[in-house]
């Protein structure tokens, strides 16, 4: 089994003359991981040992110890949710909100996507919003999530309650 131990730094005018040996699409729950055992797009097993609290993103390579075999990451395609609005006020409002229940987020001209939640879900569509559930790559912003998120959904927006967790120094009350 194929080992990758070494992130590879390249600018992606150049990530086109790389000829990678192995090519694997990866859900976010394994591209924040530190160590993984994963299935390569060729059906093969391979895997990665990297520093801790990187996000491989879509197009990182990564390469054996030896730098002979070379990996090709590219984002799954997974259940997101995604809300277009050309109203740029409601849609940082809705960004707000979902950042504030430590959801990781992807932002894009016009548009937010996160983890498909459907108590989430709920939330963005009493703010006005329409919510999209469907399969697509996830690239959440890197911020606070460079490392594995930390985040806990609720199903009660209002409520008002403390958490015993206290966020990697930052506590405060939801």
Known sequence: MPLFTRRLRIAKAA?????????????????????????LDDGGEAGFILDRGQILRDGDHIASSDGRLILRISAAAEAVSTVHCSDALLLARCAYHLGNRHVPLQLGEGFVRYQHDHVLDDM???????????????????????????????????????????????????
Request: proline share 7%.
């Open 124 to 174: 963005v569509r009493q703010m006005g919003l329409t919510v999209i559930a469907e399969q697509a790559p996830f690239e959440p912003e890197a911020g606070a999530y460079q490392s594995a998120p930390h985040g806990h959904h609720h199903g009660h927006a209002d409520d008002d309650h403390a958490h015993d967790d206290d966020h990697q120094g930052h506590a405060h009350r939801h």
């Open 15 to 39: 990530a086109h003359a790389l000829r990678p040996t192995h090519t694997a699409s990866l859900p976010l729950a394994l591209r924040i991981k530190s160590r993984a055992r994963i299935c």
